[in-house]
């Protein structure tokens, strides 16, 4: 059953475009991976202009930000279980096993797939209205001036440099997956110690997933080290 946020009507394009690869009969046409390819380029479509509309004093710099901080991995991943969209999901054994519903890259691509099969259906307009929708409160934050609250990477500089005088690096660690569907791990190290790690389906969504994940790390840390202190003086 289609979840009513989704303004499409045909169950067969909503059904493929929920069919992940590994449970396909036909990879290519049988699964969601060419719905998501045009899905992906109406979204881009969709925030540059939303961008270009709203934010006339806004370089091409800047708008380019603030696009690939609203179109990565982790805002569409987000928005695919906020619909519900990873309990729909059709996955194959093998993937299933590995956690592949819960996976953010899987999350993410079949959320471009079901733009792509409302504008194959419906048209720019509906596939507009869907996106502006879902992508609401992150193009609210960006308007507001946090032209990418998503970059994590540069955030990490910042706090590493404040508390240790030093920056962190990045390493590729692991490549998975076919040369369309590449899934990049990165690793944060400090020292030639490994912080972190995150995946992306380019380096740089791994270098930001990987980031954010040390500075929770370090923000955890920091809140322990307070709650000792406190602890240390009421005794």
């Known amino acids: 059953m289609i979840p009513k946020p989704i303004p499409l009507k ?27 390819f045009y899905g992906d380029a109406v979204l881009g479509l ?46 194959g054994p093998g993937e299933e096993s590995t956690g592949g519903r819960n996976r953010p890259g899987i999350l993410c691509d079949i959320f471009e797939a079901i733009i792509g099969a409302i504008y194959i259906e419906s048209g720019l307009e509906k596939a507009r209205w869907f996106v502006l929708e879902q992508l609401d409160s992150y193009l609210m934050q960006i308007s507001s001036g946090d032209v990418s609250p998503n970059d994590f990477k540069s955030r990490l ?8 005088r030093k920056t962190p690096t990045y390493r590729v660690s692991r490549e998975n997956g076919f040369a369309h569907e590449k899934r990049f ?14 995946t992306g389906r380019s380096k740089k969504e791994a270098e ?6 040390a500075l929770e790390i370090i923000e955890h840390a920091q809140r322990s ?7 240390d003086l009421e005794i």
């Open 185 to 198: 791990t990165v690793s944060v190290v400090f020292d030639d110690d490994v912080i972190s790690e995150g």
């Open 157 to 164: 500089q910042e706090i590493s440099q404040a508390l240790w």
């Open 10 to 36: 045909s169950e067969a394009l909503f059904k493929l475009a929920m069919r992940h690869r590994s449970a396909a009969e036909n990879s290519v046409t049988d699964s969601y991976e060419r719905l998501e």
């Open 46 to 91: 969709v925030i540059a202009q939303y961008l270009y509309e709203h934010h006339a004093d806004w370089d091409q710099g800047m708008m380019s930000k603030a696009r690939a901080s609203v179109v990565q991995e982790a805002p569409l991943a987000d928005r695919a279980l906020a619909l519900g969209l990873d309990q729909l999901l059709e996955l």
């Open 208 to 213: 930001q997933a990987a980031a954010k994940d």
């Open 225 to 231: 080290r307070k709650m000792l202190q406190e602890q």
